[in-house]
């Protein structure tokens, strides 16, 4: 069964610092990893999709990369901005869950202006 | 891009009353729509699979017949909270998988949710 795991659970840096955040997953047969945003009680918007076939994708100032073997995915945020903060959910499509997704239980992100 | 709606966005409902909640793919077609739940502070956790035409399959742990899904059509599945009580009360968010893409990227696109208050 397959288990997504993110750390730091919050998360408080100041405004212009890079910062990453990580997504542990138990079963490397994935289909893709997803990363996610949801700012307070609203629904998700989608930030990065990586396919399993790849190692890492970008938008703006977000990389996002996936190492299957090691059950690993970071989310590399350059330059923060107050408006990043919100909580950054990752979620795993796999094979073993019978291609539902499965969500981490996210990390809060606030950046201090 | 794909979207998928939710209808309503917000309900208040009185304990023991019922509760339906729509979930739509605007621009395609699909055979799998998800029901996921998210309490406050915690992450979305899968209700269910719905499957256009067939019964729904849930989780462990999540009752089947308090939690009634219908999905009719390609485009529409409903969820429906039956006898709702206060700790019913929660985040509701579909998600819809467009049947076109199958075999290829899986990729699956969410609605903007719905909050549940059951007083």
């Known amino acids: 069964k397959q288990e997504v795991t993110q750390i730091p659970a919050a998360l408080s840096v100041p405004e212009g610092e890079n910062l990453v955040l990580n997504c542990s997953f138990t079963d490397s047969a994935i289909y893709n990893l997803q990363w996610f945003r949801q700012d307070p009680g609203k629904g998700l918007t989608s930030l990065l999709l990586?396919?399993?076939?790849?190692r890492e994708q970008t938008s703006g100032r977000l990389n996002a990369s996936l190492d299957k073997s090691s059950g690993r995915s970071t989310l590399y945020i350059a330059a923060s901005q107050p408006g990043d903060s919100a909580t950054y959910l990752c979620?795993?499509?796999?094979?073993?869950?019978?291609?539902?997704?499965?969500f981490g239980s996210g990390t809060r992100l606030s950046i201090r202006p | 891009g794909a979207v998928v709606s939710q209808h309503p966005s917000r309900v208040i409902c009185k304990s023991g009353t019922s509760v339906k909640i729509e979930c739509r793919s605007l621009d395609f077609q699909a055979t799998t729509m998800f029901w996921y739940r998210q309490f406050p502070k915690q992450s979305l956790m899968l209700m269910a699979t719905s499957n256009e035409g067939s019964k729904a399959t849930y989780e462990q742990g999540v009752e089947k017949d308090k939690f009634l899904i219908n999905h009719a059509s390609l485009t529409l599945s409903t969820l429906t909270v039956t006898s709702a009580h206060p700790e019913d009360s929660s985040f509701y968010i579909c998600?819809?998988?467009?049947?076109?893409?199958?075999?290829?990227?899986?990729?699956?696109?969410f609605g903007p949710g719905t909050r549940l208050t059951v007083t």
């Open positions: 990586i396919q399993s076939s790849q």
């Open positions: 979620a795993v499509m796999s094979y073993s869950s019978a291609s539902k997704i499965i």
């Open positions: 998600s819809a998988r467009d049947s076109g893409l199958a075999g290829t990227h899986y990729e699956q696109y």
